[in-house]
């Protein structure tokens, strides 16, 4: 039962309280760049957790097989291979996100996120923890992304997910789908998500 329990936290933290982008301040390149729109911010956020996931997969398997001064470069060669498959995967499935996403894909690699969790946890901690380790750090990530992404697309263009639901000459705020517009709303939601966590602690 306490193991349930523990897992549970571990899972729970990386959505709330330790909350890869609204928390801690990780990965904040593609969260700026990207996230134009909450299919940009969807899309780059499971292409992270699946990196995420994999690389703590493996990292978790192989931690005792790597030796301590060749560490870091042997995380990075795991998360690049899993990066190159999702590379791979995106251009061949989904070419129009892969067009969107372009430099930040393949930057996944050097995702602080990422490397954090393979170095700080998974390189640490037990199989199971770390998958549910990178499951609640991922979804925290692809959580906030979309957030962020659909609030620059509704309040920048009037649509979520492409869909238009302001008539053509309504008034939108083009400021927030372009990238001073992603610090603004970034700061908002940042705000407001630690003002919610803090009174739910």
């Known amino acids: 039962m306490a193991n349930i329990i523990s897992q549970k936290e571990i899972f729970l933290k990386g959505i709330v309280k330790e909350n890869p982008i609204f928390v801690m301040l990780l990965g904040m390149c593609p969260t700026l760049g990207v996230t134009s729109s909450a299919f940009n911010g969807l899309g780059m956020g499971i292409a992270t957790l699946f990196v995420l996931l994999m690389s703590n997969i493996v ?45 930040f894909i393949p930057l996944i690699v050097v995702n602080c996120l990422i490397l954090g969790r393979a170095e700080a946890f998974a390189s640490k901690n037990k199989l ?11 979804l925290g990530f692809v959580i906030a992304l979309t957030v962020l992404g659909a609030v ?23 400021l927030f789908i372009l990238p001073p517009g992603a610090f603004i709303a970034l700061a908002y939601l940042t705000v407001l998500f630690n003002r919610i966590n803090i009174k739910n602690i």
């Open 128 to 138: 199971t923890d770390a998958v549910v380790d990178a499951l609640g750090m991922g």
């Open 152 to 174: 620059r697309e509704i309040l920048g263009n009037g649509s979520i997910f492409d869909f238009k639901f302001v008539s053509e000459n309504a008034t939108t705020f083009i």
């Open 59 to 103: 990292v978790s398997l192989v931690k005792s097989q790597i030796p301590s001064k060749v560490r870091i470069p042997a995380f990075i060669i795991i998360i690049a291979s899993f990066v190159t498959i999702v590379e791979m995967i995106l251009e061949a499935y989904i070419p129009a996100l892969y067009e969107q996403l372009g430099i």
